[in-house]
């Protein structure tokens, strides 16, 4: 298995707060990826990252920010927590934009 | 965005064989992905098909129809541990690895 961890694995937090959720990988993989997956509609992309400091936004941006400052860390950032965000987050990496992207374990979000 | 269309459940019995389809619509199309999701657990690359034909991996294969923007996936010697969701995702070439996800696929098997 691809060394991909993420923390906090689960989270409860309040309306109109900050959260930030890691994603560490011991891989040395340029391509790393913030995913949400929700009931009907399957894995959406959030932001990537195609190298330190090189990132994109993906399907569904909005409320969401991200920093990459080194190879091995990509933070995904709420900036102030709506209950539509609680979801299941999931971070991937891949070797290049060619290869196979593999799947961290995942972070529960719940927003009351 | 992309239009990826898979069954939303089926389910088969223990040692029985199942075909999950998968139809999509894309430009640039550059390769698509299969991967299995236990409940509660992060999804685990299953198969990549890029070219025309069938991938064999075990009791796995999955092929691919580019003209037809068609995949199956095909499950041989259903196990009850193979019950769980299955996406398919397709990845566009001009999108820096960008994976596209059909909503899923929960495959129950029955003993």
């Known amino acids: 298995d691809a060394g991909i961890t993420q923390s906090p694995r689960h989270k409860v937090t309040e309306t109109g707060t900050p959260v930030t959720l890691r994603c560490h990988q011991t891989?040395?993989?340029?391509?790393m990826y913030w995913y949400r997956q929700d009931p009907g509609h399957g894995l959406r992309l959030i932001h990537y990252?195609?190298?330190?400091?090189?990132?994109d936004k993906g399907e569904v941006s909005d409320g969401y920010s991200v920093s990459r400052s080194k190879t091995e860390d990509f933070l995904l950032t709420l900036e102030s927590a709506t209950s539509s965000q609680t979801s299941v987050y999931f971070c991937?990496?891949?070797?290049?934009?060619?290869?196979?992207?593999?799947f961290g374990p995942g972070t529960r979000l719940l927003v009351l | 965005g992309q239009n990826i269309d898979q069954p939303t459940e089926m389910t088969a019995t223990e040692g029985a064989i199942v075909q999950i389809n998968c139809t999509y619509q894309?430009?640039?199309?550059?390769?698509l992905f299969w991967y299995q999701q236990h409940a509660g657990e992060a999804p685990t690359f299953l198969s990549y098909?890029?070219?025309?034909g069938l991938e064999e991996k075990g009791r796995f294969s999955s092929f691919l129809s580019r003209s037809k923007g068609y995949s199956y996936l095909l499950l041989k010697e259903l196990q009850m541990k193979d019950s769980a969701s299955y996406l398919c995702?397709?990845?566009?070439?001009?999108?820096?690895?960008?994976?596209?996800f059909g909503r899923g696929t929960q495959l129950t098997v029955w003993p």
């Open positions: 991937a990496i891949s070797e290049s934009g060619e290869e196979t992207q593999y």
């Open positions: 891989e040395n993989h340029r391509y």
């Open positions: 990252s195609y190298g330190v400091k090189d990132t």
């Open positions: 894309t430009s640039g199309f550059n390769g």
């Open positions: 098909n890029v070219l025309d």
């Open positions: 995702a397709v990845r566009e070439g001009s999108t820096l690895g960008r994976l596209y």
